[in-house]
């Protein structure tokens, strides 16, 4: 059993950065791939980025590419989402997800831990 425990959201102003982060417990955190999604008021929860086991592929939602940047510290047993050039659009909770595969993909079943998510609100 893998728990995950985020961190890191708040309020900033668009334009600004955030750092997420994302602990997990257990001593096969590097044998998961790892996903961030967010869910903005209203709407569903939707994929924002994935890394696979050992950090070296990546991949981005469109509306996030090129801001966001996901990493990961397997010694550290986390998993980071640096985000940049934060728009209001931005605002929703933050969820770190883990995938019992290499490399995940962007659909949410293909994910089988969940943290319990952080706000991050993104003010105009």
């Known amino acids: 059993q893998v728990q995950l425990v985020e961190s890191g959201g708040g309020l900033v102003q668009a334009g600004g950065s955030l750092r997420l982060s994302c602990a997990a417990s257990?001593?096969?955190?590097?044998?998961?791939?790892m996903g961030w999604f967010r869910q903005a008021p209203g709407k569903e929860r939707e994929f924002v980025a994935r890394?696979?086991?050992?950090?070296?592929?990546?991949y981005y939602a469109d509306s996030v590419k090129g801001r966001f940047t996901i990493s990961r510290d397997n010694a550290k047993n986390t998993v980071y989402l640096q985000m940049n050039s934060l728009e209001p659009e931005d605002t929703a909770v933050y969820y770190c997800?883990?995938?019992?595969?290499?490399?995940?993909?962007?659909?949410?079943?293909?994910?089988?831990?969940w943290g319990q998510g952080t706000q991050v609100t993104v003010s105009s």
């Open positions: 997800a883990g995938a019992r595969s290499l490399y995940g993909d962007v659909r949410e079943v293909s994910y089988d831990y």
């Open positions: 890394i696979n086991w050992s950090g070296i592929s990546t």
């Open positions: 257990g001593r096969t955190f590097s044998r998961y791939a």
